[in-house]
């Protein structure tokens, strides 16, 4: 993951991790000595109240006016580890009946714990642009959009999502990574290299944040987050 500021301060800040990618309505069958090394509970999304996670995205379809007709999911996320999980993006590639792409719905949380998902149609790039409508770094407000480019991942993952603010892109976070098998012993390996990895993530962000507050970065004062529809408590 990179994440580089170009104004009005340059700064970049790069992180090594790793994420699943999966079908929410068929989880990962681990071991159970290993499930708490990767763990996917509802309450981590959308509203958190709904009973599985595939039932939450569906609410918060529902509400935006679109029925996947139990079409196929591909869901882009950290797991919770050790009881922890921070998700500043989870990404979930939408399908119909035939599989046919339908949408993609960009879930952001910031450390806040506050949520928003944008619901996208990205062009066959995988190109979409939506305006930004919440606070998620401390030193940038709530204007501007996002051009993201999502495409579903097959070998390997290529996400990018750059701010852009009267013309110039002032933020561009990157997402690359190479897709392995799923299994308990590559669990193992990746939780020996990046440990209590969610925690890692919520860290580094935050310290980086102090890192730009000390070189004298303004703070922007946070609005309050109204729920969406499909997102209510």
């Known amino acids: 993951m990179r994440h580089a500021r170009t104004a009005p301060t340059r700064y970049t800040l790069r992180h090594r991790t790793y994420m699943w990618l999966l079908d929410p309505d068929r989880p990962p069958r681990l071991p159970r000595p290993l499930r708490v090394l990767a763990g996917f509970d509802a309450r981590d999304h959308f509203a958190g109240t709904a009973p599985t996670i595939r039932a939450g995205l569906e609410g918060f379809l529902t509400a935006h006016g679109v029925d996947l007709q139990g079409g196929r999911v591909v869901m882009l996320a950290h797991a919770r580890v050790l009881g922890h999980v921070f998700n500043p993006l989870t990404v979930y590639w939408c399908h119909g009946p035939e599989g046919e792409p339908r949408c993609v719905v960009a879930e952001v949380h910031n450390t806040y714990g506050e ?15 939506t305006a930004k ?8 407000p709530v204007d501007g959009g996002y051009r993201m480019r ?22 561009i976070a990157t997402v690359h990574g190479t897709r392995r098998a799923g299994t308990a012993r590559s669990l193992l390996r990746e939780a020996a290299r990046h440990p209590w990895s969610t925690v890692a993530v919520s860290l580094a962000i935050r310290i980086h944040g102090v890192r730009l507050f000390l070189r004298g970065l303004p703070v922007q004062p946070r609005p309050r987050h109204r729920p969406q529809e499909g997102m209510e408590h």
């Open 150 to 171: 999502l495409p579903e991942p097959e070998d390997r993952l290529d996400l990018a999502v750059r701010l852009e603010r009267d013309g110039v892109p002032p933020f």
């Open 115 to 129: 949520r928003h998902c944008y619901l996208l149609r990205p062009d066959e790039a995988g190109v979409a642009r």
């Open 133 to 140: 409508e919440f606070y998620v770094s401390p030193f940038f």
